[in-house]
């Protein structure tokens, strides 16, 4: 009999496979690999198992839960480079680039990592190109030296940018399809202290705003907007927050004065009953705490409720399993004030409720074989709080499809990894170089050793396309 596995945030990927593996070397993996080849088995991969879209799981697969696979291989304190598996959680990755440097001096940390969540993996990061907040920083593969992977063939190999240059392309946002990436050598910067800026400004400031900011040397950046329909600052006012570095001398903010787990489960609580109140409460946290002072790489660090149901029906009397269905939009920077314009006419006329989202600023990937970040964008991430019922979804679904097309209309695109909602027009205008991928698929893999449900459900979509 075989184990249902679904992912943390949305639970609503159940999918059963066959076994569950856990390999503690890259040996394990390679064996592993041979074995289902021998065997004619197929196989799926997870990390922190974040993604919403199916992208880790395949039914009826061997599955391969790689996060056993965390220990640090080098470290480069000329270059400021770390090789670590790939199942390595940020956390341990933060701690682990602390204990490679003791002592003062110059130090070296993570440029980046997803926000909103710290126990994923890199190898999962790796896998959706994800990306976190700088203001000047491209995705995640912007970040990535080399990787180690075990191809379908069941051979070890390293790719980069000039070893094995499409396998390195197609793996870094290939979601687990072209090998399992069992390590990766990551490019760090300096590690330094930031004073944090915060005002609150309209949309149509925030542009010029970020343009300032990055002149005065600020290098991360987020605007959290306000997230009530019935109020005119509805997608428009937000919290404009930056940190800008200071002398190393500066001394550190007070940590108790930042928001607590329990002050997250709060604002959460807010955003269902009291949304105004919530972004009210939300900003003045932030202004109280202006010119406090953070380490860059453990600033990055984020308080996460993956319980969302539960703390629902403990805290506000919901019931029945909700979670909260990501869509992140990328919409060139001119295009974004009717970009937002639109995604309030969307939720608005769907009713479907938005408990918190966030805009950033991403630079091009010229790198990746199927990039979502084209060009300079602004990052628009939409919360939407989904009820686990046929309504619920389909309501979701709806919203999701017209936030895409408000995106696709001023020539943006979206991020695949976090639902399987897009039509077949919406996948070929947003990311038109799937066929391609789907045919370097077969071309590294042709005979589907590496599957998930996300790959079904593309090629399902793109038929007859694609078959």
Known sequence: MG?????????????????????????EVRAIVAGARIAGARISVSGGRHCMGGQQFGAGTVHVDGRRLREVRAFDPDRGLMEIGAGATWPAIIEATHEAQPGDGKR???????????????????SANAHGRGLLMGPLVDDI????????????????RTERPELFSLAVGGYGLFGIVVRATLRLGPRRKLRRRVEVVDIDEAMGAVCRRIDDGCLYGDFQYAIDP????????GVFTCYEPVPAATPLGDPDADLTREDWLRLLSLAHTDKAGAFRAYAQHY???RGHVYWSDTMQRSTYIPSYSEFLAESIGREGPESLMITELFVPPAALLDFMKRARAVLR???????YGTIRAIRPDATTYLPWACGDRACV???????????????????A?????????????FFLAYHRWATREQLLRGHPRLPEFLAAKRRHDPGDLFISEWLRGVRSTLEPLTS
């Open 230 to 237: 019935g109020d005119d600052t509805f997608l428009r006012r």
């Open 349 to 355: 006329e769907s009713a479907v409720e938005d408990i």
């Open 401 to 413: 499809r017209g936030l895409i097309d408000s995106a696709l209309d001023g020539g943006g695109t």
């Open 145 to 160: 030296e080399d990787l180690t992977i075990v191809t379908p063939s069941g051979v070890i190999v390293r790719a980069s």
């Open 3 to 27: 184990m249902v596995l679904n992912d943390v945030h949305s639970r609503l990927n159940p999918t059963e496979v066959s076994s569950v593996v856990t390999p503690a070397s890259e040996e």
């Open 287 to 289: 202004l109280d705490t």
């Open 108 to 126: 070296w940390g993570i440029r980046q990592k997803q926000t909103g969540a710290d126990d994923l993996t890199l190898g999962g990061a790796i």
């Open 381 to 399: 991430i939409f919360n939407l709080r989904t009820p686990h019922s046929p309504e619920g979804i389909d309501r979701t679904r709806r919203a």
